[in-house]
């Protein structure tokens, strides 16, 4: 029975020890990808420097090798910088989609942004915020904001849902459709 209980022991923190390399391999793997690319280094280092707009010629290589952290720079760059918008949305998207969370932080305020616009209103954008909104409040928000000018029932049935669950910016906007009479709604101010 003590052989039993030390075999058991033992089996644990191996594979605990393995699951802990796996993990470990994987995290290398990834950071390897964004090391051994010369132009993401590259970019990298100029960034490093303050010179974003010399390192995006770079970034953007590795950003179409399919380096997320050198996709997640540029749109970062691209959208801070006030330039191409749509690149901005284009690399923020494909880091945020492969699962790289600062960029999809990055994401959900760009399109929070441009959610009146056809950058907001997108095919992809929404198809992300809506996979995104059953995780996070904060993407049916924006989700909401981008139907507001072409599906107003759409709009305020999410918006309805979310002031349900006790969002304030939700039940604020929900007030102001009832109050001034937005979104095909009747002006109902009692409401």
Known sequence: MKQMRAFGVWTL????????AWAETETETKSKTE??????QRGLMLDRRGDAIGAMPYFEQAAEQGVVAAQRRLGYILWKG?????QAARWLGAAAVAGD???????LSLL????ANPIGRSAAARGWLE???????????????????????????????LADAGMEAAIRRLIGV?????????????R
């Open 13 to 20: 923190l191996l594979l605990a020890s393995a699951g802990g």
């Open 35 to 40: 090391t051994v690319n010369p132009s993401y």
């Open 82 to 86: 006030g330039a191409d918008q749509q």
């Open 101 to 107: 969370g600062e960029a999809q932080g990055y994401y």
């Open 112 to 115: 929070l942004e441009h959610a």
């Open 131 to 161: 996979q995104r909104s059953a995780l996070d409040n904060q993407a049916k928000l924006v989700l909401a904001r981008t139907f507001e000018d072409d599906d107003d029932a759409r709009a305020l049935r999410l918006y309805q849902e």
């Open 178 to 190: 009832y109050w001034y009479g937005e979104l095909g709604v009747p002006v109902d101010q009692d």
